[in-house]
């Protein structure tokens, strides 16, 4: 936990405190009960260029499994249940606010030019509730801190003062330095650019995640100057304000210094994404999803996968995704646009579905591309099955009832329905039509096999049964497997 320093008064200033002596120093302990969060107002800075992604696109645009960086640092401070919201933007900031439209616990606040991160937080105060009693600053580009860790910089934040976030590490490039004074109390945070050579040596920082004391900081924002080597107005200044002021100031180490991972280039991007992919894996693990190889295995936020269920290597599970109980997925396939497999069901390589909801049973186990798809149970997708959904303007959707048997090879262009039990023979290809429940279709353009009945039917689903009595015809070629050859061997 964090320890609770008071700073001495080294250098004489009117006081920033009303009322006599110091507040008192509350002790944090994992018993203590939450603050009230209705109390937290949260500011998220996001307002910096990102010059080393090498883009034009905002850094905090960039995802990371399904989800953009500043969408996980919004979850984060959602994860305490902070009662508002500001963002401070700059760069891109109408493409930054174009993708949270719609949001409404959310402000954006914009900062032009970005005159550093002292700067950026005065821009958000008068988004920040009178009413709030604390002020949680976090960065737009840390996508990994994890709610539990702000909840514990929120109760460590005593009253009339500062909590902050550190982290020791081996790689202290390009973070603030925390100054220890003789004692070990807090001395300060100097900038690296601003280090000496022995400051540069220390190796605990400053992560730029903080709870402050709304009132206090309302006070000592006013006094940041941008007097240092990057002429910015620094946040860490206000933290050094608050500790000349008698002001207490607590530091509240990581435990997980993956927490503190910052998103400055791609490089970075890649490390983060790494961390949360662990960490939706572990808790797929910990539910009774089968991952064989959670190296391969790509599972985006957000995605449902019951017990029991399977994944193979080399799969890519996209974002929204709902998969049941007892399913196989992979290796080698592709669940996108908020699909859903129902119990059972099973997707097997290079098969792509987007948008579409297999049902209880469904199997598409090999080269199928399913989008706009709605599979009743039981049935079967043959081998290269595509429903074509798109036709150069507009995506249709493609209907498939219960039980039916779609041969390989088969084009279904949408729109398109096939009924319940219906048949479709291998390589056809069906134009915008709607077979009816129960008949077989074969052939390009598809057409209704004739005679329909029995017999017909157990040809094109290449069945033992399918067996004809008399001379073969040209019905029995059509087979479930699709080719004359697979027809002749069972003959
Ligand atoms: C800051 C801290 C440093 C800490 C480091 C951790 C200061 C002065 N320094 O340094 O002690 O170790 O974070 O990563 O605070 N931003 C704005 N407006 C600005 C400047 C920045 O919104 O004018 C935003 C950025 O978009 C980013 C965050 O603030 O999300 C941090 O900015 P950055 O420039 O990365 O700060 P550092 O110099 O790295
Ligand atoms: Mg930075």
């Given at each position: 936990m964090g320890r609770c320093e008071r700073t001495r008064n080294r250098v004489q200033s009117p006081p920033l405190f009303s009322g006599s002596g110091?507040?008192?120093?509350?002790?944090?302990?994992?018993?203590?009960?939450?603050?009230?969060?209705?109390?937290?107002?949260a500011?998220?800075?996001?307002?910096?260029?990102?010059?080393?992604?090498?883009?034009?696109?905002?850094?905090?645009?960039?995802?990371?499994?399904?989800?953009?960086?500043?969408?996980?640092?919004?979850?984060?401070?959602?994860?305490?249940?902070?009662?508002?919201?500001?963002?401070?933007?700059?760069?891109?900031?109408?493409?930054?606010?174009?993708?949270?439209?719609?949001?409404?616990?959310?402000?954006?606040?914009?900062?032009?030019?970005?005159?550093?991160?002292?700067?950026?937080?005065?821009?958000?105060?008068p988004s920040v509730p009178s009413s709030a009693e604390l002020v949680l600053v976090t960065y737009g580009d840390m996508p990994c801190l994890a709610p539990t860790t702000l909840n514990r910089l929120i109760e460590a934040k005593p009253r009339?003062?500062?909590?902050?976030?550190?982290?020791?590490?081996e790689k202290a490039h390009g973070?603030?330095?925390?100054?220890?004074?003789?004692?070990?109390?807090?001395?300060?945070?100097?900038?690296?650019?601003?280090?000496?050579?022995?400051?540069?040596?220390?190796?605990?920082?400053?992560?730029?995640?903080?709870?402050?004391?709304?009132?206090?900081?309302?006070?000592?924002?006013?006094?940041?100057?941008?007097?240092?080597?990057?002429?910015?107005?620094?946040?860490?200044?206000?933290?050094?304000?608050?500790?000349?002021?008698?002001?207490?100031?607590?530091l509240v180490p990581l435990e997980d210094e993956n927490e503190a991972l910052g998103v400055n280039s791609l490089s970075e991007l890649a490390m983060a994404r790494s961390v949360w992919q662990e960490r939706i894996l572990e808790r797929h693990l910990a539910n009774g999803v089968h991952v064989v190889d959670p190296e391969t295995a790509r599972i985006d936020v957000d995605v449902e996968i019951g017990v029991g269920t399977?994944?193979?290597?080399?799969?890519?599970?996209?974002?929204?995704?709902?998969?049941?109980?007892?399913?196989?997925?992979?290796?080698?396939?592709?669940?996108?646009?908020?699909?859903?497999?129902?119990?059972?069901?099973?997707?097997?390589n290079y098969v792509e579905v987007k948008k579409s909801t297999l049902g209880k049973g469904v199997k598409a186990m090999h080269l199928a591309y399913l989008g706009d798809t709605t599979v009743g149970e039981g049935s079967n997708i043959g081998a290269g099955t595509i429903t074509a959904n798109y036709d150069g303007k507009a995506k249709w959707p493609t209907l498939i009832g219960a039980r039916a048997f779609i041969g390989s090879g088969t084009v279904l262009v949408a729109p398109s329905t096939v009924g319940a039990d219906a048949i479709v023979g291998a390589g056809a290809i069906v134009t915008r039509k709607k077979i009816p429940a129960g008949d077989v279709w074969v052939g390009v353009p598809a057409r209704p096999l004739q005679p329909k009945g029995p017999v017909a039917r157990a040809a094109a689903s290449g069945s033992a049964s399918a067996k004809p009595k008399r001379k073969a015809t040209k019905t029995s070629r059509v087979t479930r497997g699709g080719s004359r050859a697979a027809s002749r061997r069972s003959r």
């Amino acid at each position: 936990m964090g320890r609770c320093e008071r700073t001495r008064n080294r250098v004489q200033s009117p006081p920033l405190f009303s009322g006599s002596g110091l507040p008192p120093c509350p002790r944090v302990s994992a018993t203590r009960s939450h603050k009230s969060h209705s109390e937290v107002a949260a500011v998220i800075l996001a307002a910096g260029k990102g010059t080393r992604m090498k883009s034009p696109k905002p850094k905090v645009l960039f995802e990371i499994c399904g989800r953009s960086l500043l969408g996980h640092a919004i979850d984060s401070v959602r994860g305490v249940h902070a009662r508002s919201i500001a963002i401070v933007v700059g760069h891109g900031r109408e493409e930054v606010r174009r993708e949270f439209e719609g949001e409404r616990d959310l402000s954006f606040v914009t900062q032009d030019p970005p005159r550093g991160t002292g700067d950026a937080v005065r821009v958000a105060m008068p988004s920040v509730p009178s009413s709030a009693e604390l002020v949680l600053v976090t960065y737009g580009d840390m996508p990994c801190l994890a709610p539990t860790t702000l909840n514990r910089l929120i109760e460590a934040k005593p009253r009339g003062g500062v909590a902050l976030l550190t982290v020791t590490r081996e790689k202290a490039h390009g973070f603030g330095r925390i100054l220890r004074d003789p004692d070990g109390g807090f001395a300060g945070i100097r900038e690296e650019k601003d280090c000496s050579s022995e400051e540069r040596a220390i190796r605990e920082v400053n992560v730029g995640v903080y709870a402050f004391d709304r009132e206090v900081l309302v006070r000592v924002l006013p006094r940041i100057t941008a007097n240092n080597a990057q002429r910015e107005y620094y946040l860490t200044d206000a933290v050094l304000e608050i500790a000349k002021h008698a002001g207490l100031v607590r530091l509240v180490p990581l435990e997980d210094e993956n927490e503190a991972l910052g998103v400055n280039s791609l490089s970075e991007l890649a490390m983060a994404r790494s961390v949360w992919q662990e960490r939706i894996l572990e808790r797929h693990l910990a539910n009774g999803v089968h991952v064989v190889d959670p190296e391969t295995a790509r599972i985006d936020v957000d995605v449902e996968i019951g017990v029991g269920t399977v994944i193979q290597p080399f799969t890519v599970i996209r974002k929204g995704c709902k998969i049941g109980s007892n399913c196989e997925v992979g290796p080698f396939a592709h669940l996108r646009g908020e699909s859903v497999l129902e119990d059972g069901a099973k997707v097997g390589n290079y098969v792509e579905v987007k948008k579409s909801t297999l049902g209880k049973g469904v199997k598409a186990m090999h080269l199928a591309y399913l989008g706009d798809t709605t599979v009743g149970e039981g049935s079967n997708i043959g081998a290269g099955t595509i429903t074509a959904n798109y036709d150069g303007k507009a995506k249709w959707p493609t209907l498939i009832g219960a039980r039916a048997f779609i041969g390989s090879g088969t084009v279904l262009v949408a729109p398109s329905t096939v009924g319940a039990d219906a048949i479709v023979g291998a390589g056809a290809i069906v134009t915008r039509k709607k077979i009816p429940a129960g008949d077989v279709w074969v052939g390009v353009p598809a057409r209704p096999l004739q005679p329909k009945g029995p017999v017909a039917r157990a040809a094109a689903s290449g069945s033992a049964s399918a067996k004809p009595k008399r001379k073969a015809t040209k019905t029995s070629r059509v087979t479930r497997g699709g080719s004359r050859a697979a027809s002749r061997r069972s003959r």
